[in-house]
């Protein structure tokens, strides 16, 4: 079974920066891959996605603070948050597009002064 391990997150300032990162137990290269939220009591959602050839799509509330990135040869998804804010607060999981892996615990982000 596939497994997914979230890590990187943690307490930062408005306006600061984390990187989080996802390791996959296979390969990912011929995946199209994403970073989700679910901030506290709402819906998860994406915030990033990645094709397998490395094409990227925001929505635009991440639109330019957010850069979602991949090393295939370490199976590995990350993803450079900058310009945080309080509202950028939730646990953060990484999965395919589409067609998704079982969940990881997922890592907690939370922005506040």
Not at 40 to 49: D, F, I, M, Y
Not at 95 to 101: P, Q, T
Request: include cysteine.
């Amino acid at each position: 079974q596939v497994q997914l391990r979230e890590s990187g997150g943690g307490l930062v300032q408005p306006g600061g920066s984390l990187r989080l990162a996802c390791t996959v137990s296979r390969s990912t290269s011929v995946y199209h891959m994403a970073w989700y939220r679910q901030p506290p009591g709402k819906q998860r959602e994406l915030v990033a996605s990645i094709q397998s050839g490395g094409a990227t799509i925001y929505p635009d509330h991440v639109k330019g603070r957010f850069t979602i990135s991949r090393d295939d040869d370490k199976n590995t998804l990350y993803l450079q948050m900058n310009s945080l804010k309080p509202e950028d607060t939730a646990v953060y999981y990484c999965n395919r597009l589409v067609i998704f892996f079982p969940w990881g615990q997922g890592t907690q982000v939370t922005v506040s002064s």
